[in-house]
């Protein structure tokens, strides 16, 4: 078995990397340290919960252990699809930098400029960044790309999926032609083998793992759920997650559920905390400081159950999540192996399941094709017997009732003139239409009122209003 003494890092990375308690390497740091540190182009392809990210930062750490860095020009550049990961990746490269005298900076969002752009004057030897922030500094001209000599592209098919693809070429263009490219990915599509023949020379592809599969070390089942009526899919749903969640009783020691739109989310961690559990929400609309206090939060086991959107799915290392579930099944089969990879990390086991409805099992029949496997179904938690209405729905109506038929009789027994009394007189305003071709309108015919009907008027022959008697005798 291979060792990190084995892989010629240098020997105060490998000091700091014996105190944080690392001996052997996984598969993908194993295949791509070495190249690596020859200078090669590297292309990573690893399921998640591997240990990309030293794969990249350890042979970084070791090639940039001697030089100095210049004001506004870093000398390495990791570019990440979220603010989360940026962060993750800052914090290992304080871990496993903290023997050499290197310094870097972290640009995303939801920090001030001000600041970040101190740390660029003085000058970085790695500079961690999300893609729009390192282009905003940039176009205002607090930042030179023009000195990196290794760039490395993080979660490169997430990146691709959020729409990065226009600002990573702008980046690449940025960047010196002699540069080193690392890029890492959990999956290889297409758009990602055209990005990399483009930017990478001759790279060392490493990998490690069939494509976009799980671990087996995590148990998956799936819950086929319909509702019993489609006004009551969302509070059922959630029912069946709460039973999902107490049926696993002391062995969820915590749990990371995954849903589909910012909204859900909010409405998911709301619904958990009215019901006892230790819930909190995390989404690209939160400030940037209310999540990272949330994910510190459960980091340190402070939060049991963290709801989120695919803003944590990729990338995030949280320690020991014994489980995952997944409220909607993801939109991308793809983004479905990032969310279990949550749990079931560096060999321990994990556990996930997925609520699947009516109109998700399009997506989810991608999600089995992908993972080329049967997902086990699991019968729901909660018993056609058990009421299925829930504490949050709001009581019915009750039916209005019938009134009595003697009311019905007697506004039929009502006389004639009282009726007649009763309307407004909206026939005595009327006028005939000038013209006298056409004179009232259809709404005053059939009328039994009071007034005087113009009829022929004056004009009437005289014997019409003869009886007919008087007729036979005239």
Known sequence: MTKFSDLNLNPKVMKAVTEAGYESPTPIQAGAIPPALEGKDVLGIAQTGTGKTASFTLPMLSLLAR?????????????????????????????????????????????SFKEQDLLIDRGVD???????????????????????????????????????????????????????????????APEIERITN????????IEVARQATASETIEQQVLMFKASRRDREGSEKRKALRALIENEGDACTNAIIFCNR?????????????????????????????????????????????????????????????HVFNFDVPGHAEDYVHRIGRTGRAGRDGKAFTICTPRDEKNFDAVEKLIQKEIPRVENPVKPSEPRKSD?????????????????????????EAKTEAKPRREETKQPKSGGGRGRGRSDRGRGDNNKVVGMGDHMPSFIALSFDERRTG
């Open 126 to 188: 790695v500079l961690i960044a999300t893609p729009g922030r390192l282009l905003d500094h940039f176009e205002r001209g607090k930042l030179l790309l023009t000195g990196v000599q290794i760039m490395v592209v993080d979660e490169a098919d997430r990146m691709l999926d959020m729409g990065f693809i226009p600002d990573i070429e702008r980046i690449f263009s940025l960047t010196p032609f002699t540069r080193q490219t690392l890029f890492f990915s959990a999956t290889m």
């Open 67 to 111: 030089g100095r860095a210049r004001a506004r020009m870093p000398r390495s550049l990791v570019l990440c699809p979220t603010r989360e990961l940026a962060a993750q990746v800052a914090e290992n490269f304080d871990t496993y930098s903290k023997h050499l005298k290197l310094t870097k900076a972290l640009l995303i969002g939801g920090v």
């Open 262 to 322: 910012k909204t859900d989310v909010d409405i998911t961690a709301k619904s958990l905390k009215k019901y006892g559990y230790d819930a909190a929400p995390i989404h690209g609309d939160l400030d940037q400081s209310q999540r990272t206090k949330t994910l510190d939060s459960f980091r340190n086991g402070e939060l049991r159950i963290l709801v989120a959107s695919d803003v944590a799915a990729r990338g995030l290392d949280v320690p020991s999540v014994s």
């Open 392 to 416: 949050e729905e709001k009581p019915e109506k009750a039916p209005a009732k019938a009134k009595p038929r003697k009311a019905k009789e007697e506004v039929v027994e009502q006389p004639v």
């Open 198 to 205: 483009t930017f990478l020379s001759a790279p060392a592809r």
